[in-house]
């Protein structure tokens, strides 16, 4: 991910990065709305609001009720709806005086034409303006009241971008629908302009009201930020300013995860049920099913959570919905689905913009299946892209450990030793990755010395800065690896004093001491919430290998990956020393621990 560290099972998440797991990765790296879209372009530099909507026209309404004398109610909404979308639109908005005379002539060739003629009037307003979206729409009488009905069509492309609910009002108060209509269609085109947004239902079909959707916009750039909290109280904002607007409470609950606040997550995910029980309008399928997701994540239950988000996927493919089923599939050992799913989105594009975390699944996956040369691949374009990004660098170590491709690993280890040494994914975190790689690949010789190089320069930073708790667990990871446990148990158990709530240092600290000769090792591992049950069985089976007790030990990892567990695609290395303690028991764990079930799994 974005901000991953080890962790004790696989590799986790470290808090300076603002922990960004399963969870998180449903919005990071999405904050772009109307607003953004003239703050960054795609690769080649052109905002996709250019590429995608403009200009847009909006037509005259037309009237269907029969009464000529509500003739000016169709003028009127055209010309509001105009105005809004000159004032925050994503284009450039075509002048109502010539979106009217272009209606008039428009509506004037029809009745020549009769009705046998078949003019598509969005298509004849469009060539008449040159616009490419256009905005057209009619009111009928129902009773005492008005309908007023607008879509929004891409004649360019000829097929529709949106087409809000109607909006009914009482005969004379007809200027409500105009105000009502301007706030859907400015919402439907911004939304329109963004690729990322525009791929999921709910926003196409209920547009929430501009002002919902500015506040939203906010905390999507705050979320971009990575200011969790203050992109958290936005997106509340966003969701008690127009109570049909569900997508916010996701967006909210994701953000307090992120930030550490699981049960303020909590909270946000049971208020969105609570909404879904009243009386309003129904909660879309794609919605359900990311609430769904978000339950079941937080209460632990991998297999649930990944069940949901397929769902929402489904509805949404090139959504970033596809990009969290991937990396829940992994999470319980299905790295062939989690690749599929990758297929389903464009890297560089859409939700997938800038986003580095792409590239880290679809290594993940590429490595579970085996594919080494491809997973070698995928690693040197990420690297290619996020330059910036160290554990891409990483991970281009371990694929090319993987393939024992030394002097080209020896050369890359140089390469980062170079580099000012960062605070997590660093120089010594990619010796010891590609250190615990050889020896799971039958080299521990190879592996060794990288271990030891790796030991040396993180004592050296830790020295330098010894408050720096990155290195510190690196290093107790090297010592730990190389079968130094009390050197590794005192490094790890001071990390777990200062930090008690990390079940990372706990988990490891208890596996040090197990390994030390330590009784007392499941009661320094302590318990850990829902959310990390998958991780905290995985310590669990770990102790269980250490003490000879095998075959406890690999029911419990099976179940453990069942569940869910975040980093597993480190775990069959980082957990080399007690997955070899395991024997002839090793073939009833799952194939992502190199184990031979299920086979369904790769």
């Known amino acids: 991910g974005q901000g991953a560290v080890p962790f004790g099972a696989g590799r986790g998440w470290w808090p300076a990065a603002r922990r960004a797991g399963a969870l998180a990765l449903l919005v990071a790296g999405a904050a772009a709305a109307a607003a953004a879209v003239h703050r960054r372009g795609d690769a080649g530099g052109v905002p996709p609001s250019a590429a995608t909507v403009g200009p847009v026209v909006v037509g005259a309404l037309a009237n269907e009720t029969g009464d000529p004398t509500l003739d000016?109610?169709?003028r009127l909404a055209g010309d509001w709806i105009t105005q809004g979308l000159q004032e925050s639109g994503p284009a450039a908005v075509v002048p109502w005086s010539t979106a009217l005379g272009a209606?008039?002539?428009?509506?004037?060739?029809?009745?020549?034409a009769g009705p046998a003629a078949g003019t598509d009037a969005a298509a004849a307003l469009g060539e008449r303006t040159g616009a490419r979206t256009v905005v057209t729409g009619a009111y009928y009488r129902v009773g005492d009241s008005l309908s007023f009905h607008v879509q929004v069509t891409d004649v360019a492309a000829g097929r529709l971008l949106a087409?809000?609910?109607p909006v009914v009002v009482p005969r004379d108060s007809a200027h409500l629908a105009a105000c009502i209509l301007r706030n859907r269609v400015m919402t439907a085109l911004a939304v329109s302009a963004d690729e990322r947004l525009a791929a999921i239902p709910e926003f196409a079909r209920h547009p929430p009201t501009f002002a919902a959707y500015q506040r939203f916009d906010a905390g999507l750039q705050r979320f971009d930020a990575q200011e969790y909290a203050a992109a958290a109280e936005e997106f509340r904002r966003a969701a008690?300013?127009?109570?049909?607007?569900?997508?916010?409470?996701?967006?909210?609950a994701t953000a307090y995860w992120n930030a550490g606040r699981h049960a303020a997550a909590d909270t946000m995910s049971r208020m969105l049920r609570r909404r879904a029980a009243t009386p309003r309008r129904p909660m879309g399928a794609h919605e359900r099913a990311w609430a769904d997701y978000l339950e079941a994540t937080i209460a632990g239950d991998g297999a649930r959570a990944l069940a949901a988000i397929r769902r929402a996927a489904a509805l949404a493919p090139a959504s970033r919905a596809s990009y969290v089923r991937a990396r829940t599939a992994l999470e319980v050992g299905r790295p062939a689905e989690a690749l599929a799913a990758l297929d389903q989105l464009a890297p560089g594009h859409g939700d997938m913009r800038d986003w580095s975390s792409y590239w880290t699944q679809r290594t993940h996956a590429l490595h579970l299946?085996?594919?080494?040369d491809d997973e070698l691949a995928a690693a040197r374009l990420g690297r290619a892209r996020f330059p910036e990004r160290p554990v891409m660098l990483v991970l281009e170590a371990r694929a090319l450990a993987a393939l024992g491709r030394h002097a080209a690993l020896d050369s890359l280890l140089a390469a980062a030793r170079a580099l000012p040494p960062t605070p997590y994914w660093s120089a010594g975190a990619a010796m010891v990755v590609a250190g615990e790689e050889l020896v799971a690949h039958g080299e521990p010789t190879a592996g060794a010395a990288r271990l030891a190089a790796a030991e040396a320069w993180l004592r050296a930073q830790v020295d330098a800065a010894p408050a720096e708790r990155g290195h510190r667990y690196w290093l107790g990871s090297a010592l730990y690896a190389r079968g130094r446990w009390r050197e590794a148990a005192a490094v790890l158990a001071a990390l777990a004093a200062e930090s008690p709530d990390?079940?990372?240092?706990?988990?490891?600290?208890?596996?040090a001491a197990a390994h030390a000769g330590a009784a007392d090792a499941p009661r320094r591992l302590g318990r850990a919430p829902a959310h990390e049950r998958g991780t905290e069985a995985v310590y669990r089976a770990r102790l269980l290998a250490i003490a000879g007790r095998p075959d406890q030990s690999a029911a419990l990892l099976a179940g453990a990956v069942r569940d869910g567990v975040d980093g597993l695609a480190w775990l069959h290395a980082s957990a080399g020393v007690e997955l070899r303690l395991l024997g002839a028991a090793r073939a009833l764990v799952p194939a992502a621990l190199g184990g031979g079930a299920p086979a369904s799994a790769r």
């Open 103 to 112: 209606s008039e002539h428009v509506r004037a060739r029809r009745l020549l």
């Open 72 to 74: 000016a109610w169709g």
């Open 369 to 372: 299946l085996g594919r080494h």
């Open 163 to 165: 087409a809000p609910e």
């Open 240 to 252: 008690a300013l127009d109570t049909t607007f569900d997508t916010p409470l996701v967006y909210a």
């Open 502 to 511: 990390r079940l990372s240092y706990r988990g490891m600290a208890a596996l």
